[in-house]
Nanobody
């Protein structure tokens, strides 16, 4: 089992910045990739950015050049640096991790509870 806790959301003006954090805790689980997703009211959840265990990253076109995903393995934390925020970035942001149970070798994924980001003047 993996427990994910997101933090760092809040209210920010257009053009501003926020850093989201996702702290993972658990045992007997090898993380293969961690991603940030977001869901705005009335819309489907969408992938924002993902980072693999090898350090490869990928971003949604809508955030390329503005958002950066990174990780600190020692702290078990994945970050999402969000710059030049726009009102359309307003959403609940969720952390998701995909990996393998070291005991059963089964693949699983886990979600955090989400953190709200509101971009408004």
């Amino acid at each position: 089992q993996v427990h994910l806790v997101e933090s760092g959301g809040g209210l920010v003006q257009p053009g501003g910045s926020l850093i989201l954090s996702c702290v993972a805790s658990g045992v007997d689980f090898t993380i293969n990739a961690t991603g940030w997703y977001r869901q705005a009211p009335g819309k489907q959840r969408e992938l924002v950015a993902v980072i693999t265990s090898g350090g490869s990253t990928n971003y949604a076109d809508s955030v390329k050049g503005r958002f950066t995903i990174s990780r600190d393995n020692a702290k078990g934390t994945v970050y999402l640096q969000m710059n030049s925020l726009k009102p359309e970035d307003t959403a609940t942001y969720y952390c998701n991790t995909v990996g393998t149970d070291e005991t059963t070798l089964a693949s699983s994924d886990f979600w955090g509870q989400g953190t709200q980001v509101t971009v408004s003047s």
